[in-house]
């Protein structure tokens, strides 16, 4: 159980294009699901934080109006990349989290999406 | 602000040998630890997870412990085989369970070889 996926796993957009990243918690309803950028050889930096039907929680330095988070359902977050240009182009990881019994809180991550801005 | 520390930052050994990572944070108050594994070009699966009143996890070959105290953890691999090639990432999450964003290590590298 606890998995989540992430759809495209990879897509190449131009500059100055919309491209909007998709991920779903398959089995399990997800409160709360999180946004990660993940540059080469570097740890993952969190960009946002979205409860099912309120806005999303930036992190300092990352520009929400950039990078629209919707989280429409329990299962459900998508995070738009606006504008894309060169410099956007990295691996995006988003994560869903529930508590459980014996384990308390914890996050699943999705497969990662590569996006490349030509 | 935490920070979590890995090390080695790449570690290749032959197959077979026992080996240790290790990860070190600088607030000890955690609600939970995990170490992750992530292959590249793919997202992280969950390896252990430690809740801070625990000392030690086990699956398998793979041991973690925990001494919150002194803001370590280990990742313990027995008997490594080539398939265990991959980048582990520690994370640790702050007390106050969901209310606390994980903070992530910037992982080792770990290549056994045939």
């Known amino acids: 159980g606890a998995v989540v996926s992430q759809h495209p796993s990879r897509v190449i957009c131009k500059s100055g294009t919309s491209v909007k990243i998709e991920c779903r918690s398959l089995?399990?309803?997800?409160?709360?699901m999180f946004w990660y950028r993940q540059f080469p050889k570097k740890s993952l930096m969190l960009m946002a934080t979205?409860?099912?039907?309120?806005?999303?929680?930036?992190e300092q330095g990352v520009e929400k109006d950039k990078f629209l988070i919707n989280h429409a359902s329990l299962t459900l977050s998508t995070l738009t990349v606006t504008s894309a240009h060169p410099e956007d182009s990295s691996f995006y990881i988003c994560?869903?989290?529930?508590?459980?019994?014996?384990?308390?809180?914890?996050?699943?991550f999705g497969p990662g999406t590569r996006l490349t801005v030509t | 602000k935490q920070e979590v520390t890995q090390i080695p930052a790449a570690l290749s050994v032959p197959e077979g040998e026992n080996l240790v990572l290790n990860c070190s944070f600088t607030?000890?108050?955690?609600?939970?630890l995990q170490w992750f594994r992530q292959d590249p070009g793919k997202g992280l699966t969950s390896l252990l997870l430690?809740?801070?009143?625990?000392r030690e996890q086990t699956s398998g070959r793979l041991n973690a412990s925990l001494d919150k105290s002194s803001g370590r953890s280990t990742l313990y691999i027995a008997a490594s085989q080539p398939g265990d090639s991959a980048t582990y990432l520690c994370?640790?999450?702050?007390?106050?369970?969901?209310?606390?964003?994980?903070?992530f290590g910037k992982g080792t590298l770990l290549t056994v070889n045939p």
């Open positions: 994560s869903a989290g529930r508590t459980s019994s014996g384990r308390g809180y914890e996050q699943y």
């Open positions: 089995d399990f309803q997800a409160t709360t």
């Open positions: 979205s409860n099912e039907g309120s806005k999303a929680t930036y």
């Open positions: 607030d000890s108050a955690i609600y939970n």
């Open positions: 430690i809740q801070s009143s625990q």
């Open positions: 994370a640790v999450r702050g007390s106050g369970g969901s209310n606390y964003k994980l903070t």
